[in-house]
């Protein structure tokens, strides 16, 4: 039986559409899912969504829309995300469902039965978007230590955990363990930084505010998000707090590796094994924290619609080419660059130059020469040697940089293989072989020797870019290969190659889809100025009592002029059934005084009055407005008294 291998991603906050940072830790965790299938192991990999917390409840009130409501279209929007870059996991799970709820609140009761969990007050310095407690001493400049951000003083009656309790037992895993945390450096920041000065007690509940699981015996209070969000990685394979788990728990916990951005490093290495210490659970295996793709030339930011997302990266160059670009943007553990200009040349450079041009060409000389037939007629010579030795070579080192998620130096390892491949072309040079009738032996020699490393380069390349790898492959009419087969040469004894290859990638014309790209963000941008005055006017839901205080009514406009000195106002005279009000509005470059009168309008009519331009002002004229500042005032649908009600 093949040896399983549990992986996970982060699960997403789902406060906003994910960019292509968050996108890459998912198609980082894809190609090592697959790179370990292609090994023989028994793959297990769970993403999801982690949906609670007071950023949330803010985003989703900011939206006009229920928390539940606003998670939804979020979780939809990641799913779709990973699906279209090719995330193959057998398991998304989001921390509002049923199950999980439930079970991190049997998690809540029995650490507090057990005395891991107590009841006590907090006051220290709280960050929003964080969702995190700091000392003073734990501020850098006064600010969030993680994300820079202003703090609050803030204090709450809270539940805390005895994380002190469980330091020397992390400590002791960590000597023991010394793989646990990759790359190896975050060891040291984390014993350094954290269990070296002492581990505080953590608070594990949240009062201030209402989206998240309620603690079960005392409802005011929500769990703490990130002892809700970590717990995903055993809820979502069938974890339960009472000792009733699921066989597929029992196979797949403990995990073999949880998939993370480096920021989050402390909460999967301190926080998490200590849970897991306290619920009696063996820990993680390994835990590696990628580095950050970030943004070349300027922050990512809304309002300038620039913000790079991975669907529109895969609408312009296709899923494997994007997945090509992140995965060798960032060489271990370290932060990396991101472009639309530096994609279109890693594209050129590599997958058109290298990648395309090698099958492409291939393909065609085996379709010229031998009418597609490829097959080895052993004549070798000694240029042969080295181009085999790089392709029987290429796995086992690719294995080796897998061993510790070095994805980019696998990669490289593999596109090294291609240029030798293009190098041995010009080194045999067919079309000059072609020539000579006595060397056609050897020119079918040649062209199966590329067809071979091809296919073994392409096997091999499965992992990361599993389309193209399948596509390339189906040129020449070959399968791919599991990787046990992909250190011997010679593996199969003649093909026939397609007719009219598919072209993998090709080059593309920077000019030309600059353009295009600048025409999508000024779109987008426009766009989400007008979204972004619609939501401005969106404001908290109000009861039925809040809308009785306003008093609207039917007026009359009897008289009507300009207000002297002011380009904005009209004074009107309104008459509602036996009263007479003055009105002052700033409507004067809609309406000119003679489109007013005699037209019946709607006034709030117990605004306090209030004086504009000296004119004391009894009453408000209600308007529409639209995006571009278009306004319209509201009047009966038929006619009514002036002075009726409107409710
Ligand atoms: O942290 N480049 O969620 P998240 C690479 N919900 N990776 C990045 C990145 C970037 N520019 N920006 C973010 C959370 N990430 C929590 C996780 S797990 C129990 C709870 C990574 O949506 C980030 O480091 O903010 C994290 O691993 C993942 O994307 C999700 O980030």
Known sequence: MSKKFYLTTAIAYTSAKPHIGNTYEAILADSIARFKKKQGYD????????????????????????????????????????????????????????????????????????????????????????????????????????????????????????MSKYADRLMKYYDEHPEFILPLSRKNEMVNNFLKPGLQDLCVSRSSFKWGIPVTFDTKHVVYVWLDALSNYITGIGYDADGNSTAQFDKLWPADLHVIGKDIIRFHTIYWPIFLMALGLPLPKQVYGHGWLLQDGGKMSKSKGNVIYADDLVKFFGRDAVRYYVLTAMPQGSDGLISWESVIEKVNADLANVLGNLVNRTVAMSNKYFGGKVEDK??????????????????????????????????????????RANKYIDETAPWVLAKDETKADRLATVLYNLTESIVIGLSLLYPFMPETAEKGAANFGLPLRDFDKLSVFGNFKETKVKETPEILFARLDPKVVMEQVDAMHAERAAKEQKAESTVKESKPMINIEDFEKIQLKVALVTACEKVEKSKKLLKLTLKLGDETRTVVSGIAQHYSPEDLIGKKLV?????????????????????????????????????????SEIF
Not at 52 to 61: F, S, T
Not at 94 to 109: G, L, N
Not at 117 to 139: D, H, M, R, V
Not at 400 to 410: F, G, I, L, R
């Open 603 to 643: 006034i709030v009519a117990n605004l306090k009055p209030a004086k504009l331009c000296g004119i004391e002002s009894q009453g408000m004229i209600v308007c529409a407005e639209n995006a571009e500042g278009k306004i319209a005032f509201l009047s009966p649908e038929k006619d009514i008294e002036d002075g």
């Open 378 to 419: 052993g004549v070798a010579e000694a240029v042969d040697a080295d181009l085999k030795a790089v392709a029987i070579s290429a796995c086992a080192k690719a294995e080796k940089y897998m061993e510790t998620y070095c994805v980019s130096d696998a990669l490289e390892e593999i596109f090294n293989l291609f240029r």
């Open 43 to 162: 793959v297990f990999l769970q993403t999801g969504t982690d949906e609670h917390g007071q950023k949330i409840e803010e985003k989703a009130l900011k939206a006009g829309k229920s928390p539940k409501e606003f998670v939804d279209g979020v979780a939809a929007e990641i799913k779709r995300l990973w699906d279209m870059v090719g995330v193959s996991y057998d398991k998304f799970i989001r921390t509002t469902d049923d199950y999980h709820e439930k079970q991190i609140q049997k998690i809540f009761e029995k650490l507090y039965k057990q005395g891991d969990i107590y009841k006590g007050s907090y006051e220290g310095w709280y960050c929003t978007p964080c969702e995190s407690f700091w000392t003073e001493s734990q501020l850098v400049d006064g600010k969030c230590p993680d994300c820079g951000r202003p703090v609050k003083k803030a204090q709450e009656e809270a539940y805390f955990f005895k």
